[in-house]
């Protein structure tokens, strides 16, 4: 097919798409019903071949304007880094969850939980815990859970805290994705078909409907499996569906609501090992997983829509969700061990060792944002304010398995509690044991949960973007957050009812000053809260984000809080088609809640950390020319630890965070046949520890204690479309199959390993 660039013509389509492109209503055009106005503009066949095969997006690795509804002015004028992930480049780099999505990504690391997993996805934004600050159409998305990308029509990263738009959290950002909608405006389906190395299989259908002049409906459709690539027996399966319903009662009244559901079901692994005998993780290490191990995520929401114009000047949206998602994993964890002197097979000799580590979390929530959009002139000005209200009802249960090995032992180890009993995979010899996944034959059952969370939230905002003069520009945010938190936990410290309430104020300042018609500076002010015990999956766990101190002490804590100071610049270059922006930022966190001693207790120190980040961020998105796409960012940070209960941390790096980080996708189409290119992933090294605390520091040796070691990944794809309705890719991942690590346990004892190399080819044909 013609698969020419799409031009800035589809800002008509991104308007017929109300709620799936934001404010639809800050377009130049509006969607065509039954009673049309000089206004309404019907797309033409070529844009619909454009949206068939690429979306809803002004170029290929370019949007104009942010999915969130309140972010009325175009990104180049925004005063904030937000990087955008578009259909196509999502769809080109060959990745599908969102975690390895956002992985790649600079100024993004990964991180891991207590028990290796804190049951799904863990996100780390410029240093900062972001794992509960996803959103998905600008609504929260709890819950540990897996996200896969079948049903997405981007995905927005925003650097910096910026709690006026999220609320609690977002210290370091927050990550929101934007689905696929039903629309009016056209008809269209697509159905993709991947195989590949690994046992990859891959189907997925999007289907769009228009059932009337004013209704439409949309489906997506999922299921795939495959292994780990270079991890054979690793397995991920994912089955989902979304359904959409767009109506339009009125030209001024639309609703639109969808039913999602992921089912994700893996055969997890926890990869390798940090030796601290040659300070490097262990390589080549066999696949070790158990046939009874799993981790599986369930997610079920319903969402509505409703956007009406009042008049002209004053426009009214709302969005509320209902959802349930059930999480549970048990997985198996290896690290070198010492047999015992009192091991009958070798006794003394080195060897691995299997470990168990489990849990399971339910939640339930409602969650619901209504805003009021008002354009006016004031004290000389032209506002377009937003007012809005947000309310949230979070509930959490959180437990483990009653687990029983079905097969004895076969070695004793030496531990930390002395010696024990253990599932060793290597023989008196050294060599590695036949039938690894059988070697514990786990039976288990759900036992009762230890952790009853519950958070419900009120909140009030309000936002004015104002013109002060031709060339400057004002954002101004004010937010305020009323919570009641309750959460009944019982584990070391016995039964405990932690209960509290508070009042978080959080506000977001920014200047934009116009250079030209191509650029602008930018300076902005912005702050974000953190509450004790907000993360939900942690329970009185104070080192992961759950709960510190007493329940008389927890009541009594501050929130922690920080604060951002960010310098930009943002131009676009070449005809407008290719956006480029750079900052200089400084995020300072204090009253950081530290854990003491046993980082799973209660123990702990309220308020007493400060750390902080700074650093300086590019990005490019866009076209270069016709046939040359391109989509890259590059963090440069860095990170100390300034105020510590423990003087020793003074000076250190945070964990989990790394000094430098790259990503690079290039695109070029020589003709109407072809399409070739390849993304580029750049990460330093990172240093093991506690999330938002000093990375583990080793005094005698002056080195940090656990290295995730620094990679680079390089993917390729290529595209042949042969017909106008059938396209074909193949996908090259992790081309020169390097073995990389991505995440480290605080102890060292499993560190993740990324993807080996793996091969895809992908049939695409439209209807």
């Not at 799936?20 to 619909?48: F, Y």
């Not at 009406?308 to 549970?328: H, I, P, Q």
């Not at 940070?637 to 430098?660: H, K, V, W, Y």
């Amino acid at each position: 097919m013609k698969n020419k660039k799409i031009s800035m013509g589809a800002h008509t389509i991104a308007a017929a798409l109300a709620f799936g492109q934001g404010a639809a209503w800050a377009q130049d055009s509006t969607e065509c019903h039954e009673d049309t106005s000089e206004q309404c503009t019907v797309p033409d066949d070529d844009t619909i071949e454009l949206i068939r095969v690429h979306g809803i997006q002004q170029s290929i690795y370019r949007y104009d304007k942010s999915g969130d509804p309140r972010r009325l002015a175009d990104l180049v004028d925004t005063p904030q880094t937000i990087s955008v992930l578009t259909q196509d480049q999502i769809q080109e780099s060959g990745k599908t969850d969102l975690k390895d999505i956002l992985a790649a990504q600079a100024g993004v690391t990964l991180g891991t939980g207590e028990n290796g997993n804190a049951f799904g996805d863990r996100y780390i934004i410029r240093g900062h815990e972001a794992r509960s600050d996803v959103f998905v159409d600008g609504l929260r998305d709890p819950g540990m859970t897996t996200r896969e990308s079948f049903a997405t029509e981007r995905v927005e990263i925003t650097k910096g805290p910026s709690s006026t738009f999220a609320g609690r959290g977002s210290s370091g950002g927050a990550v929101n994705s934007i689905t696929k909608k039903a629309s009016t405006s056209y008809n269209f389906g697509r159905v993709d078909a991947s195989v590949g190395t690994d046992e990859h299989t891959r189907f997925t259908l999007d289907y769009n409907k228009t059932l009337t002049p004013d209704s439409a409906l949309r489906i997506n459709g999922l299921f795939a499996e495959e292994d780990k690539p270079g991890r054979e027996g690793i397995e991920r399966e994912r089955t989902g569906a979304q359904l959409s319903y767009v109506v339009h009662p009125t030209d001024k009244l639309s609703f639109i609501g969808d039913v999602y559901y992921l089912d994700a079901k893996d055969r997890p692994d926890l990869g390798s090992y940090y030796n601290s005998d040659n300070n490097f993780p262990l390589e080549d290490i066999p696949v070790y997983a158990q046939d009874e191990d799993f981790l599986n995520s369930e997610v079920t929401t319903f969402t509505l829509r409703t956007e009406y114009e009042l008049s002209d000047t004053l426009r009214f949206y709302n969005a509320t969700r209902a959802g349930k998602t059930e999480n549970e994993y048990i997985t198996t964890g290896m690290s070198g061990s010492t047999r015992a002197d009192t091991d009958i097979i070798a006794p003394g000799a080195e060897t691995l060792n299997l470990s168990t580590h489990q849990g399971w979390q339910d939640v339930d929530y409602i969650t619901t944002q209504f805003n009021l959009f008002w354009d006016t002139p004031f004290l000389g000005f032209d506002h377009r304010l937003v007012f809005g209200f947000e309310y949230t009802d979070e509930s959490v249960d959180n437990g483990t398995f009653s687990i029983e090995n079905g097969n004895l032992a076969n070695c004793l180890v030496d531990g930390r509690r002395g010696i024990s009993e253990g599932y060793c995979i290597t023989d008196a010899t050294g060599n590695v044991i036949d039938n690894i996944g059988r070697l514990t034959n786990r039976n288990f059952e759900r036992a009762e949960a230890d952790a009853l969370y519950d958070i419900e939230t009120y909140s009030f905002y309000i936002m004015d973007t104002v013109a002060l003069t031709d060339n400057l520009d004002a954002f101004f945010g004010l937010r305020a957050d009323s919570y009641d938190y309750t959460n009944e936990t019982s584990g070391r410290s016995g039964e405990q009812v932690f209960a509290f309430s508070d009042d978080l104020f959080n506000g977001h300042l920014g200047l934009v000053y116009a250079l030209s018609e191509s650029g602008n500076l930018y300076a902005a002010y912005s702050t974000a809260t953190n509450i004790n015990g907000g993360e939900s999956d942690l329970g009185a766990n104070c080192g992961y984000g759950g709960l510190c101190g007493t329940p008389e002490q927890a009541a009594q804590a501050d929130p922690e809080h920080v604060e951002n100071i960010e310098l930009g610049i943002k131009w676009m270059l070449f005809d407008d088609n290719l956006m480029t922006n750079a900052a200089l930022f400084r995020i300072t966190k204090d009253d950081v809640h530290e854990s003491v001693g046993d980082a799973y207790s209660t123990l702990g120190t309220l308020n007493t950390g400060e750390n902080r980040v700074q650093g300086i961020e590019f990005g490019v998105s866009g076209d270069i020319t016709e046939k040359l796409s391109v989509q890259a960012s590059a963090a440069f940070m860095d990170s100390q630890i300034r105020e510590s209960f423990n003087p020793d941390n003074i000076g250190l790096t945070l964990s989990n965070f790394a000094d430098e980080s790259f990503y690079l996708q290039l695109r070029y189409q020589p003709n109407e046949q072809f399409a070739v290119g390849g993304a580029y992933s750049y990460q330093s090294k990172m240093y093991g520890g506690q999330p938002d605390t000093a990375a583990g520091y080793n005094a005698e040796t002056g080195e940090y204690a656990i290295v995730v070691p620094s990679y680079q990944v390089i993917n390729l794809f290529a595209s042949y479309y042969a017909t106008q309705r059938l396209t074909l890719q193949v996908n090259v991942g992790n081309a020169l199959d390097e073995e990389y690590w991505t995440a480290a346990y605080r102890s060292g004892a499993f560190m993740y390993i990324g993807d080996g190399r793996s091969l895809t080819g992908t049939l695409s044909y439209t209807f």
